[in-house]
């Protein structure tokens, strides 16, 4: 039996570029899921319009993480064995779909994009705040996991659908990302990063609120990583200094 794969899209406001978007993604997959996280401005109704992908709404909007959230659940009702999570704001490339899936292999759980592994002819250069922040968390993460990772933050990743469900993801803001490193090293999950090409079309995008300063979304990464990692050994999981049995490109 082939498996079967997913392409999930968390989408909030994002009118301009989603009916674009989601043209490209279904070249590349037949499969698509939308989760409008309660947009206001008008990318319901060109989602309402489309009868070739699947949407799941939230009536309220429940933050990056929690449309993520939803896309793991999804996949895992409607028995999906792989699932590519890709941003729907032109920062990632649909073409790079089947190198997610295919990097995948059975001895793989989690593949990350990464937009530091390796440089771009046409790659952007980071927005200085935000290239300062990621660099910052990622070593963090590395030196407190044992991990190798090189972008803490892409949101461009391929799950195995199985290994993804056996963790319990609630961060539903931007920090989502950091329990799931947490949680993925303590579960000892497979993790192998690929390079993608580093695209900035809105350098001025919102986080959202306090968010939007930078010394404040650090304290809130901080304070998601200590608060995953005191959970994990609350709940007495052991985890593997050396990391062994993680995979890295």
Known sequence: MSERWLVAL?????????????????????????????????????????????????????????????AFEYAHKHGFDKLVTIDCDGQHEP???????????PDVDIVSGSRYLRQFKDDNAAPEQRRRINEVITEEVNRRLGMELTDAFC?????????????????????????????????????????????????KRSFGGALDDGDVRLHYYYLTLNRAIAAAEAQGLARDPMMTGNCWL
């Open 155 to 203: 949101g461009f990743k391929c799950y195995r659908v199985a290994a993804v469900h056996k963790l319990a993801i609630t961060e539903t803001g931007y920090s989502m990302p950091l329990e799931l490193w947490v949680q993925a090293a303590y579960a000892r999950l497979r993790i192998k990063e690929v390079p993608v090409p580093r695209i900035y079309l809105d350098e």
């Open 95 to 105: 073409k790079r779909i089947p190198l997610f899936f295919e990097s995948c292999t």
């Open 10 to 70: 968390p989408v909030f406001n994002e009118v301009k570029h989603v009916d674009r978007v989601l043209d490209e993604v279904l070249k590349y997959c037949r499969e698509v899921l939308v989760i409008d996280d309660g947009s206001t401005d008008g990318t319901a109704e060109v989602l309402a319009r489309r009868k070739d992908v699947r949407v799941l709404t939230h009536p309220q909007n429940r933050g990056y993480g929690g449309g993520l959230i939803s």
